[in-house]
């Protein structure tokens, strides 16, 4: 089956928001053997919605619409597909009831712009939307033997009504087996060496690392693929699920019953807010400083001044100094630092653009890691983010 993902919304377009819904869309279509053909985004315009229906009807199977069910006046997707497809516009009467149902539990009035929310196309099955108003539905277009999926956008609302309806369409069954691998420590140019004999293998690199994705219809080739990668590159795998490394850490970091704390500089309390990220880090994080200036770095966390004067700033013993002044300052059992130059300023000769040095103390020792990450500023912030909290899995693994 091939499937065009179609997702609308003009604030995609005007790069206010950057549009994830077709991630999860396609890597669904994927593990149940469908192919995608392509993926559109379109602004909230009505002829240009109707565009890309057309290409995608011409092209695919099936096209699934993720955005434009909603109560405003740009939430145009169940019209463009009536005018496009040719087939008119329902209320169906059971979905308008629950709405209105709801509504009188919380109190309000229904309107007109509400209403629109329970119309479908003449002939098309509902979708029901589990947690909003917006009805989804899949509408059958008999003469061509293809059909039209419609989705709210809201993420939460999505995921659950395009797997219903995939449900619906027969494609229940997962045949594309799929496993993860999510490393940090090597570019993708030397992953892709170590594993270039391995078919199924597709790669997405980004500032938090390399992940793999290696499939197969069958089982057991999968299974010798996984161990395979897990010989070749073990040292920088972190993660063989769909998690972030900090829930990586923050698992193992309760599972030794240790604290942490941070002290940041060039990160501005991003290694700290994605450690906050997890639920029930409180067990573990004890707080974290940002010491952005000199003064901070020297007040509240000790950091000898001749030392800043005679090596900058950015340098192995003020790392070494910061990583040690927090521990002792919030009594943990381990502690992380990075100073470094995010730029796009800051460079020297000596210093070049994206230089860090990242410090991991637990009381026994320091140890000062230099590293340089080029990239734009916010990239290599979260880079080093990433590098702090590896650090901290690698020392306690």
């Known amino acids: 089956m091939k499937v065009f993902i179609l997702i609308t919304g003009s604030e995609f377009t005007m790069g206010l928001k ?31 919605i109707q565009f890309f229906l057309k290409i995608g009807l011409d092209k695919s199977d099936v096209v699934i619409v993720s955005g434009g069910l909603g109560p405003t006046d740009d939430d145009i997707t169940r019209e463009a597909v009536s005018e496009a497809i040719g087939v008119p516009l329902i209320f169906h009467k059971q979905w308008l009831e629950k709405i209105k149902k709801t509504l009188r539990k919380q109190g309000r009035e229904i309107t007109d712009s509400i209403k629109k929310m329970a119309k479908i196309p003449y002939g098309a099955k509902l979708i029901e939307n589990p947690v909003g108003k917006a009805a989804g539905f899949i509408k059958v277009l008999d003469d061509v033997k293809k059909a039209v999926v419609a989705v709210p956008g809201v993420p939460s609302e999505m995921k659950p009504m395009v797997l219903k309806a995939l449900e619906m369409m027969g494609l229940k069954e997962e045949k594309q087996l799929v496993h993860l691998f999510r490393t940090f420590g090597k ?24 992940d793999i994705f290696v499939s197969d219809k069958n089982r057991f ?34 599972e030794k019953q240790l ?25 573990y994080f004890m707080g974290g400083v940002v010491s952005y200036s000199n003064d901070a770095k020297i007040q509240v966390l000790g950091v000898n001044r001749e030392d800043i004067k005679n090596y900058g700033a950015v340098s192995e013993t003020v790392a070494k100094q910061m990583a ?12 992380v630092s990075d100073t470094g130059i995010a730029g796009p300023t800051g460079a020297t000769p000596e210093k070049p ?12 020792k320091t140890d000062v890691y230099r590293v340089v990450f080029r990239g734009e500023r916010n990239d290599v912030r979260l880079a080093i983010s990433q590098y702090a909290l590896n650090l901290i899995r690698l020392n306690l693994r």
Do not use: C, W
């Open 18 to 48: 950057q549009e994830k819904n077709s991630l999860f869309i396609a890597r669904e279509i994927f593990k149940r053997g469908g192919n995608i053909s392509g993926i559109a985004v379109s602004p909230d315009d009505l002829y240009q």
């Open 187 to 210: 570019p993708e140019a030397e992953v892709g060496e170590l594993l270039h004999d391995i078919d199924g293998i597709v790669f997405n690199s980004s500032p938090k690392g390399v």
């Open 221 to 254: 080739f999968l299974e010798n693929k996984i161990k395979v990668i897990r010989e070749r590159i073990a040292d920088i795998i972190y993660t063989e699920k769909d998690e972030e490394m900090e829930e990586v850490v923050g698992r193992i970091l309760k």
């Open 324 to 335: 040690e002044g927090v521990r002792k300052l919030l009594n943990t059992d381990i502690a």
């Open 259 to 283: 604290t942490v704390s941070t002290a940041e500089s060039s990160t501005g309390g991003l290694i700290s807010g994605r450690i906050v990220n997890v639920p029930g880090s409180s067990e």
């Open 353 to 364: 653009l994206g230089l860090h040095y990242i410090g991991f103390a637990d009381g026994k």
